[in-house]
């Protein structure tokens, strides 16, 4: 998958240590800029439930999905 072509992420921004010094779904952008990247807010509903439809949209789709913490090295 060069670039992330055909990746759904969901990503979590409001996981991990506080306050984020890098913002992670731009580094993901970085990183996979043709990955479709879902940003989870609370609104959605439970992240498991955010999980299960992209990972169906994604099957339906014969995309890969994954999700994803990004940590700072």
């Given amino acids: 998958m ?13 996981s991990g240590a506080q306050p984020q010094l890098v913002d992670p779904v731009r580094q993901l952008r970085t990183l996979l800029p043709r990955a479709e ?10 992240l498991a439930e955010v999980l ?11 995309a890969a999905w994954a999700p994803a913490a990004v940590t700072e090295r």
């Fill in 52 to 62: 299960e439809t992209a990972a169906a949209d994604a099957a339906s789709r014969g």
């Fill in 37 to 46: 990247i879902v940003l989870y807010e609370e609104k959605m509903g439970p």
């Fill in 2 to 14: 060069p670039d992330g072509e055909g990746l759904v992420v969901v990503a979590n921004a409001a």
